[in-house]
């Protein structure tokens, strides 16, 4: 009996020890305000990161921008037209006259602010066509020239046209 109950207080000495001896509520605290603060310097560490990068990325794009209107502003083709010109280069010719002024608007966003269409055919029989033309330019080798220029940049097949007024 005896060393039943001497095997009882040292069992309960023993197991007040053991929990006795884990970290107290304040470490605790401490631990998981240590754990809670990493976590924060680690959050604050990418969102710093992540401004870098869209910084850097704004700036990348910004630059790409800039190079591709340079290369749009290089790429414009040469050609000075003249209000009192007598040759245009025609480039399209269609039977809607709406389709041709959508063309008109595509070859003005292209640069060519001179585009027009000249309406062509006779109404009585229904031969009407709406011709796409570019210009006013003074003589025929600047036509020449422009038709060249179209024909490499966009492989648009065009003929010179006399303008007659």
């Known amino acids: 009996m005896k060393q039943w109950i001497l095997f009882l207080l040292i ?7 053991l929990n006795g001896c884990g970290p107290s509520e304040e470490e605790r605290r401490r631990a998981e305000q240590a754990r809670q603060d990493s976590l924060e310097q ?3 560490r990418q969102l710093a990161q992540q401004r870098k990068d869209s910084i850097a990325q704004a700036r990348a794009d910004s630059l790409a921008a800039q190079r591709e209107k340079e290369a749009d502003q290089q790429d414009q083709i040469d050609v000075s037209f003249d209000p009192d010109g007598a040759y245009a280069v025609q480039v399209e010719a269609w039977r809607s006259e709406r389709k041709a002024q959508s063309q008109v608007d595509k070859w003005v966003e292209r640069g060519f ?14 031969d009407v066509w709406f011709r796409v ?7 025929r080798e600047s036509a020449q020239n422009l038709r060249e220029q179209l ?3 966009y492989n ?5 046209s006399s303008l007659g007024d």
Do not use: C, H
């Not at 069992?11 to 020890?17: E, K, L, N, R, Y």
């Not at 033309?133 to 003589?139: Q, V």
């Open 11 to 17: 069992s309960t000495i023993s197991i007040g020890m």
């Open 42 to 44: 680690v959050r604050q």
């Open 133 to 139: 033309r570019l210009g006013r330019l003074s003589d």
């Open 113 to 126: 602010e001179n585009a027009f269409v000249v309406k062509y055919g006779q109404e009585e029989t229904g």
């Open 151 to 153: 024909q490499e940049k």
């Open 156 to 160: 648009a097949p065009s003929w010179i």
